[in-house]
């Protein structure tokens, strides 16, 4: 099982940004897949959350509006486009997989990808 996460940076307080999931060696239809952060001496959060099947997604309220989670079913990755983004959005972003639907509690993904490193600042 493979999570590889992409497509962090720096952006402007305001700018947008799309995070990139690929994820191999399990099912998307049988596992729901979460994107969660951890910024500096911050346990991780959740930030949001796609059912297994990709019928339904969820979002923590820092996020709400501003962040969307899809899915390519053909490359089998999901996305994170984050857009409107603050100083406070800055972490490391994680993708992860679990057979718990609509959960952003990190201790129910057994699957975890690599975090990749997102800076808000002017």
């Known amino acids: 099982v493979q999570l590889q996460a992409s497509g962090g940076g720096l952006v402007q307080p305001g700018g947008s940004l799309r995070l990139s999931c690929a994820v191999s060696?399990?099912?998307?239809?049988?596992?729901?897949l979460g994107w969660f952060r951890q910024a500096p001496g911050k346990e991780r959060e959740g930030v949001g959350c796609m059912s297994s099947g990709g019928g339904s997604t969820d979002y923590a309220d820092a996020v709400k509006g501003r962040f969307i989670i899809s899915r390519d079913y053909a490359k089998n990755t999901v996305y994170l486009q984050m857009n409107g983004l603050k100083p406070e959005d800055t972490a490391v972003y994680y993708c992860?997989?679990?057979?718990?639907?609509?959960?952003?509690?990190?201790?129910?993904?057994?699957?975890w990808g690599q975090g990749t490193q997102v800076t808000v600042s002017s």
């Open positions: 992860a997989a679990s057979l718990v639907a609509g959960t952003l509690l990190p201790g129910l993904y057994g699957f």
């Open positions: 060696g399990l099912s998307l239809d049988y596992h729901a």
